[in-house]
């Protein structure tokens, strides 16, 4: 942007320079500004125009003319970016901003939170790292994921607090034919993002596609033929009854993007911005189920705040403040909660360097020694797992003096703390004479079977939706850990394990059944559990509606923020 290039001119003239006279050619500013003589003359004529500068010059050529900078650079970006902030051009201001961080706190806190922009109610988020590009299928962060649920429908979806699917693009559905024969029925009137009617047929095609994506194809492995026996009306013809198919429709590899265009969504909110400093959700007028209270919703990439260690909004990335500057007083957490999902300790008994009593003894260490308990984090932000889901106790481990391997290889990804982990678990395991040599995977999956298969153990976390079972068993259909560490004759067994849960028409025969399964992996230390995020979001009184998900973020379907005051507008 033009503004900034010439700000950033400026900046190097005032650090040669500073607010004292000096005195200079036209040459000499041109090797300052790094650019030609013309130009340099050009420059020097806005900033004189602007006011920025004090200019005298003199004919001839060659000769010294007087300059003296009348504005600091930081005076500058400051004022251009309140006024850029008070037009509403948001992402105009984040890439001119190199203020220091208190001061750009200072400048955009009273544009955050709960704001009425142009009569239309907003919610601004400050947040720490650039998102994603918000194609469903490519999605890893838990905030990406969010925001995809809120821009793309399914046929069916989740409601926070509520285990079972609920219609969304399907206005209901029924079945026959002993499970093997689906039928949803499609509400009337539906739309695009781009105002476009969704048409059946386009969500027959984008149901092609996802049985070809490595991501989405378990939730339609069981279905041999997808039709239209009318207008309102997609058909799932299945080769064996799949009981779990209203809810892998929910799921988010199942959210339904325009066939020829993934960031066209028909949810509730459409994206109408997506840069790096900025991205803007607004309501879509032509959604079919119940309008949200807010207009927009604002992600404001500002990794510059998060660098101070004294700012209060700078949080773990399972808090989440909102709120102005003059509010932060009043801030206090309005909902929290314990995530079902949990960040796990996994055993690769396929390798055949470690076996199922040395995993357990590992485990055992782990759970009774408390190493969890101690590890330099704030424990408001983790709680030990007692359970993989309520009612689902996490066995424990009877001793045995049983010696461990020499060295075993440990496999980590983020979260950060599994760091601290894996390093706590080095210490303990070289007071058993073994040597644990530790390395980080950068990705927040599991994607590469070859790493996987160097490993003897793993970290990971395993986040889990408004439906827990049927969570846990499309991470057992579609996570690469499971072929990565289990041998062949045991992924084969899960799978038909699989199949036969997946064929009972009782949901909590079929939650047994998963529980069962998942008791025994952890018997054989396969699989464990080991802490639990606090997810927490704190407001000011002002806003208010605001109801955690599963997935820790609130429901933007149900905040909403009261209108200013007639004083405050006045």
Request: aromatic share 8%.
């Amino acid at each position: 942007m033009r503004l900034q290039n010439r700000l950033n001119q400026f900046q190097r003239l005032y650090l040669k320079t500073g607010q004292l006279p000096a005195q200079f050619t036209v040459a000499e500013l041109a090797e300052i500004f790094c650019c030609s003589e013309r130009h340099t003359r050009t420059l020097l004529s806005h900033f004189q125009d602007a006011g920025w500068i004090d200019w005298q010059s003199q004919a001839g050529r060659g000769k010294r003319a007087s300059l003296c900078c009348l504005k600091a650079p930081e005076e500058l970006r400051g004022a251009y970016l309140q006024d850029l902030l008070n037009h509403g051009e948001h992402s105009a201001a984040l890439q001119l901003s190199q203020l220091d961080p208190s001061h750009l706190n200072a400048l955009l806190s009273p544009h955050l939170g709960g704001q009425w922009q142009e009569d239309a109610p907003t919610l601004r988020i400050p947040y720490y790292r650039p998102l994603q590009s918000l194609d469903p299928l490519a999605l890893t962060g838990r905030a990406e994921q969010h925001l995809a649920h809120t821009i793309h429908a399914g046929l069916t979806r989740f409601v926070p607090g509520n285990q079972t699917p609920q219609p969304d693009l399907a206005h209901h559905w029924q079945i026959s034919n002993n499970g093997k024969t689906w039928q949803f029925f499609l509400r009337s009137q539906l739309f695009w993002h781009n105002g476009e009617p969704l048409k059946t047929a386009q969500l027959m095609t984008r149901f092609q596609q996802l049985r070809d994506f490595p991501r989405a194809k378990h939730n339609l492995a069981s279905v041999i033929k997808i039709s239209q026996p009318h207008a309102l009306c997609l058909q799932f013809d299945l080769d064996k009854p799949d009981y779990w198919l209203a809810h892998r429709f929910a799921d988010l590899n199942c959210l339904l993007s325009h066939p020829d265009d993934p960031h066209i969504g028909a949810g509730p909110f459409r994206l109408t911005t997506f840069s790096p400093e900025l991205v803007r959700l607004e309501q879509h007028t032509l959604y079919a189920l119940q309008h949200p209270y807010l207009t927009a919703i604002e992600f404001w990439i500002t990794p510059q705040l998060f660098a101070q260690k004294n700012n209060v909004s700078c949080q773990h990335p399972v808090r989440i403040i909102l709120g102005e500057q003059e509010e932060l007083s009043r801030v206090k957490p309005v909902r929290r909660s314990t995530s079902l999902g949990f960040c796990y300790i996994a055993a690769n008994l396929k390798r055949g360097v470690l076996n199922a009593s040395q995993a357990q003894k590992i485990v055992r260490l782990i759970q009774r020694s408390g190493m969890l308990d101690n590890l330099p984090i704030d424990h408001d932000l983790v709680k030990a797992s007692k359970e993989m889901l309520p009612g689902w106790p996490i066995p424990l481990h009877d001793d045995a003096d049983v010696p461990l391997p020499q060295k075993l290889r440990l496999l980590f990804h983020p979260p950060v703390e599994f760091e601290l982990v894996a390093q706590a678990l080095q210490e303990k395991l070289a007071e058993e004479g073994c040597v644990l040599e530790v390395v980080f995977h950068a990705g927040r999956l599991w994607e590469d079977g070859e790493v996987l298969g160097s490993a003897d153990l793993l970290l990971g976390d395993r986040l889990i939706g408004e439906s827990p079972e049927a969570t846990l068993e499309n991470w057992l259909q579609q996570d690469p850990l499971w072929p990565g560490i289990l041998s062949e004759k045991e992924h084969t067994r899960l799978q038909k394990r699989l199949t036969r849960i997946q064929q009972i028409p009782q949901e909590n025969r079929r939650s047994d059944e998963l529980r069962d399964h998942f008791y025994q992996w952890m018997q054989s230390a396969i699989v464990t559990p080991l802490f639990n995020y606090q997810y927490q979001v704190s407001a000011p009184p002002r806003i208010s509606g605001v109801q955690l998900t599963a997935w820790g973020w609130f429901d933007f379907c149900q905040a909403w923020v009261p209108p200013p005051l007639q004083t405050e507008s006045a």
